[in-house]
């Protein structure tokens, strides 16, 4: 075989994408259940959430840093690194101030997670992203 006609070669992934599912409402004084699903590799990937009070609108396609068919839904203004991944899919909760003036606001999250070689050339998946509305009922 001539591996000169042989490469560049396309690795595609036919695997379902990473999922960010709430478990239950956003009500203040309580915390968010969140189920981060379909991951293909938990015991070497590192999970990141990714938070924000604005969300990016139809996203931004990853494409250009090397995550073709990955959008980032949000800017990056709070990263926080998750706990080790249990498993294909991990609980996560997110505690929700009882501050009254936090009813009716949008809080976006997204989760990334950074892989081993061979995913894509930046090596990271991302997940749908959430639009929380807090409410107090």
Do not use: E
């Amino acid at each position: 075989t001539d591996l000169s006609t042989a490469l560049p070669k396309t690795i595609t992934s036919d695997g379902p994408g990473l999922t960010l599912t709430p478990v239950n409402r956003p009500i203040i004084g309580t915390s968010q259940l969140m189920l981060f699903g379909n991951v293909p590799n938990p015991a070497a990937s590192t999970a990141v959430l990714v938070m924000d009070y604005a969300s990016i609108p139809g996203g931004i396609d990853l494409g250009y840093a090397g995550a073709a068919g990955c959008n980032q839904y949000m800017n990056a203004t709070i990263i926080v690194i998750m706990p080790p991944l249990l498993g294909p899919s991990t609980p996560w909760s997110l505690p929700i101030p009882n501050n009254p003036t936090l009813v009716n606001s949008h809080f976006y999250l997204q989760t990334a997670l950074l892989v081993p070689l061979g995913s894509n050339p930046a090596n990271i998946l991302v997940s749908n992203a959430l639009d929380l509305l807090f409410g107090n009922i």
